[in-house]
């Protein structure tokens, strides 16, 4: 089993900047690609990022790409978030996940185990 604690949500006006931690526990984190993916009020769970496990290797979706970077700590069992210029349709509750699959995978259904998640406001 491996337990994920995401931190680092809240409310930011836009063109602001947040950083999204999740930390890992229960089993050797390096083996484990890390994903974060988000839920707005009303919608489906949709991908954001994700890195792979020696973090040579990232993609993210087409709506953050140039303001998202997602990067690990393998030592400190951490993945992270950092999100900058901040859009209101940004707003939702940002879930991170590990795969013990292989690849920078982007369906939710490749992820085994997911935080509680952690909610990001973004104000106009």
């Known amino acids: 089993q491996v337990q994920l604690v995401e931190s680092g949500g809240g409310l930011v006006q836009a063109g602001g900047s947040l950083r999204l931690s999740c930390t890992a526990s229960?089993?050797?984190?390096?083996?484990?690609?890390m994903g974060w993916f988000r839920q707005a009020p009303g919608k489906g769970r949709e991908f954001v990022a994700a890195?792979?496990?020696?973090?040579?290797?990232?993609n993210y979706a087409d709506f953050v790409k140039g303001r998202f970077t997602i990067f690990r700590d393998n030592p400190k069992n951490t993945v992270y978030l950092q999100m900058n210029s901040l859009k209101p349709e940004d707003t939702a509750v940002y879930y991170c996940?590990?795969?013990?699959?292989?690849?920078?995978?982007?369906?939710?259904?490749?992820?085994?185990?997911w935080g509680q998640g952690t909610q990001v406001t973004v104000s106009s």
């Open positions: 229960g089993r050797t984190f390096s083996n484990y690609t």
């Open positions: 890195i792979g496990r020696s973090a040579g290797v990232t």
């Open positions: 996940a590990a795969s013990s699959k292989i690849g920078v995978l982007i369906s939710t259904w490749a992820y085994g185990y």
